[in-house]
């Protein structure tokens, strides 16, 4: 409500282009493109005191930021195009830049006399902290060059290098070149080729290298911050304010590499009623670029952003679209499928990196380990709940177990239920992803849908496990009702406890679920009147169209959505914190 938290956020922004082309010579031209982004953001909020909960706010506090960026972007380009009889030739160099600026300032009060709304302005208050801030200069530059040559339109080959340079890394890794190649053999225009069905038959390969520098600024850097706060003496009463250091750096950061390998195919069939493709690539990615957690030596600074090691990724994409026409009625159906296998097959340091921590046990939920999949789920597998004393007395050590508690497995056999148990529960990355396109219309009548869908993945239900623990201070699950309350009463929800003896809800594959899920991402239905109505009203065209998106989802997962993605860089993905699910939205239009 507006009385406990009043939040106002403001932007204003522009965005800008200017394009020009000139042509010098027959086939020669030369292309500039000036594009500007300009923002101007100013957000106030305030926090009410609460003194009627368990979480109480002792003192009430207004905040007022204001903030400008701006981003200039500019591109050079010299285009040559020529044919030669049988050959074509097409050379492309360019030349790009683009500059990022920031700025602005932020300050707080507290303890305002007066919360009405009218009167929530930062000199009511006592001043707690002002704070002004200019972000470096970012910048990245690029030169590349690229040609094309075909013969007969019938073998094909294009070259590319690019040299790219960014201001996110120190002096002597900022600059890093890429090149790539690509080859291509139209089989259907060759004599020997006679397949009735077939259309067009054409293969072709590739190799090529493309960078990464898509990170925090100042990774090279040890920041340092000033208007910290310290007490001293006894009682704490000696406040001083000071500086201090608020980050780590690494001085020998550079580019990510991906390097990637693939052939592929292009098939027409049927007089090009139905195409397909198929593709099969190797990316390696090299100098991966992550943030490993924090460890305790560390206190509260972050650790900065590592070349830590490298992951392969292979696999197969196919598509296929049909497309006909039947008097009036014409459609076309498409369908692309996409089997991908990922592997971490080195890390810089260790053995594994482990991704930040969740929970009241403070566990990892995944780890990135060598030979498995990046972000693999990590931890004890449950085998049910303890129904009686005997049980327990039966079953490995598992110290503080109680019946009701969840039981947990000996993975190594050693008698006890320790940290040692852990093990790979499963893979947050899809065995498939596919799409189904489809487009129809019959005399006015136009339809399109495309359906998004997923297979063999996990989604780790961090939500669900905090939402069955009774030691936070919130609403449970309502399936807590159906918790253990006796022997036979449940064998997947334990007991309600606040004492955590057991630690029932730690990371482990109770929490676990299938990801799997097909979704109507987009739909749009519409009605376009003849001309013989829209010529009395004085219009060309009219259009009506009603198009909703994520219509609906066919899926066996309990939470709010199963489309979530990254949710701790590359380190911990598929974990559902109770991220704020994709909108189902319908639209009318004309």
């Known amino acids: ?40 953001n100013d957000s106030r909020s305030f926090n009410a005191q609460i003194l009627n909960q368990i979480r109480q706010r002792t003192q009430n506090s207004a905040n007022r930021s204001y903030g400008q960026s701006f981003s200039l972007l500019m591109e050079y380009f010299l285009a040559y195009d020529k044919s030669f009889g049988d050959n074509k030739i097409g050379i492309v160099g360019g030349f790009t830049e683009q500059y990022f600026d920031s700025q602005g300032f932020s300050a707080q009060a507290i303890n305002l006399p007066d919360e009405d709304p009218t009167k929530r302005f930062l000199t009511a208050g006592t001043a707690a902290s002002t704070r002004e801030f200019r972000s470096p200069t970012l910048g990245l530059r690029s030169m590349f060059a690229r040609a094309k040559y075909s013969y007969k339109d019938k073998y094909l080959l294009t070259a590319t290098v690019r040299s790219d340079e960014s201001s996110i890394f120190a002096e002597g890794n900022r600059r890093s070149t890429f090149p790539a190649f690509s080859l291509g053999w139209r089989l259907s225009d060759e004599d020997f080729f006679d397949v009735p069905f077939i259309n067009e038959l054409k293969i072709s390969g590739g190799w090529g290298e493309l960078g990464n520098q898509n990170i925090q600024p100042n990774q090279y850097l040890a920041r340092i911050a000033r208007n910290s706060r310290y007490t001293f003496g006894i009682d704490g009463s000696n406040e001083v304010v000071g500086a201090n250091q608020i980050s780590f750096s690494n001085p020998l950061i550079a580019w990510e590499t991906v390097k990637m390998t693939n052939i592929g195919a292009n098939i027409s069939f049927l007089d090009n009623r139905l195409s397909s493709t198929f593709n099969y690539f190797i990316k390696n990615t090299e100098d991966m670029l992550l943030q490993p957690p924090a460890i305790g030596s560390q206190g509260s600074n972050p650790s900065p952003f590592l070349n830590v090691g490298q992951v392969r990724n292979k696999g197969l994409e196919i598509e296929l679209n049909w497309q006909s026409k039947q008097s009036e009625f014409t459609y076309s159906i498409g369908a692309n499928v996409a089997f991908i296998n990922n592997e971490v097959t080195k890390l810089v340091e260790g053995s594994f990196l482990a991704s930040r921590t969740y929970g009241r046990p403070a566990q990892e939920l995944s780890r990135t380990i060598v030979g498995n999949p990046i972000a ?8 049910g709940l303890f129904q009686t004393q005997a049980e327990i007395d039966s079953h490995a050590e598992q110290p503080g177990a109680v019946p009701g508690d969840v039981r947990f497995v000996d993975i190594n056999n050693d008698n006890v239920i320790d940290d040692e148990d852990r093990e790979i529960l499963g893979s947050p990355h899809p065995k498939m992803t596919y799409g189904i396109n489809t487009n129809m219309s019959y005399k006015g009548f136009d339809a399109t849908m495309f359906f998004l869908g997923v297979a063999g993945v996990e989604i780790y239900n961090a939500d669900r ?11 449970l699950y309502s399936e807590i009702t159906g918790r253990w309350t006796g022997p036979g009463t449940s064998n997947t929800i334990p007991r309600v406890s606040t004492l955590r003896t057991n630690l029932n809800h730690r990371t482990s594959d109770l929490f676990l679920e299938s990801g799997s899920f097909l979704r109507l991402k987009t739909l749009t239905i519409g009605y376009t009147l003849p001309t013989s109505a829209t010529d009395k009203i004085g219009l060309t065209r009219l259009r009506f169209y009603v198009s909703g998106q994520n219509v609906f989802t066919i899926t066996g997962y309990s939470g709010l959505d199963p489309e979530l993605g990254l949710t701790d860089s590359n380190l911990q993905q598929n974990v559902d914190f109770a991220q704020y699910p994709q909108a189902r939205t319908f639209l009318l239009g004309v």
């Open 376 to 383: 693999t789920f990590y931890g004890w597998r449950a085998d």
């Open 465 to 475: 496990m905090q939402g069955l623990d009774a030691s936070y201070p919130f609403n």
């Open 1 to 40: 409500e507006v009385d406990i938290q009043d939040n106002n956020n403001r932007t204003t922004r522009l965005l800008s282009n200017l394009s020009t082309e000139v042509s010098i010579i027959d086939g020669l031209k030369f292309k500039t493109n000036i594009g500007v982004d300009a923002s101007v």
